[in-house]
T-cell receptor, first 115, second 110 residues
């Protein structure tokens, strides 16, 4: 069974631009969560989707948004990029709603660099 | 607001047992505590989870006291390949959001 895939793996953007990241969950998984990982802040929860509905959102500004499609694939978008948005963005999928008891399967991440 | 804290780093030698503790207050009463392992340039990978007392699988043990305000991941007889960052994951009690611990870098030396 294929794992979680994220595209692109690496991305370089400049301040003010916008970016869209994509995540394809494991087949059969209906839940997708997104995380931002930085050396200073660690792993921070961005948002979670279950059956195309955003179920929860972390403490990030409105420039961060996402969506989930009927095939469970998910995208996240960051508008008006800032230098501080440089991070590894991780996507995780699970069979049920995002809970600590539902094992999350992580993709390799997208490394975003904002210049 | 739930906070999860872990030691920043730990050093060990091959063959030793390593215990990594995560302190977490105000976590959801109806969810588990889970631990993940992360290698460089990879996403975190599930290790073990539990609700209370002790859980053991083929790679680790997890100890959770009755008040569930902390949990301890125990790695028996570590090897060089166990060098990684270890995270606890809980569900915040008030926020109902998943919260990763601050992460512990375990460095295993020969």
């Amino acid at each position: 069974k294929a794992g979680v895939t994220q595209t692109p793996r690496y991305l370089i953007k400049t301040r003010g631009q916008q970016v869209t990241l994509s995540c394809s969950p494991i087949s059969g998984h209906r839940s997708v969560s997104w995380y931002q990982q930085t050396p200073g802040q660690g792993l921070q929860f961005l948002f979670e989707y279950f059956s195309e509905t955003q179920r929860n959102k972390g403490n990030f500004p409105g420039r961060f948004s996402g969506r989930q499609f009927s095939n469970s694939r998910s995208e996240m978008n960051v508008s008006t990029l800032e230098l501080g948005d440089s991070a590894l963005y991780l996507c995780a999928s699970s069979t049920g709603q995002p809970r600590a008891y539902n094992e999350q399967f992580f993709g390799p991440g997208t490394r975003l660099t904002v210049l | 607001l739930a906070k999860t804290t872990q030691p920043i780093s730990m050093d060990s030698y091959e063959g030793q047992e390593v215990n990594i503790t995560c302190s977490h207050n105000n976590i959801a009463t109806n969810d588990y505590i889970t631990w993940y392992q992360q290698f460089p340039s990879q996403g975190p990978r599930f290790i073990i989870q539990g609700y209370k007392t002790k859980v053991t699988n083929e790679v680790a043990s997890l100890f959770i006291p009755a008040d569930r305000k902390s949990s301890t991941l125990s790695l028996p007889r570590v090897s060089l390949s166990d060098t990684a960052v270890y995270y606890c994951l809980v569900l915040g009690g008030a926020t109902n959001k998943l919260i990763f611990g601050t992460g512990t870098l375990l460095a295993v030396q020969p």
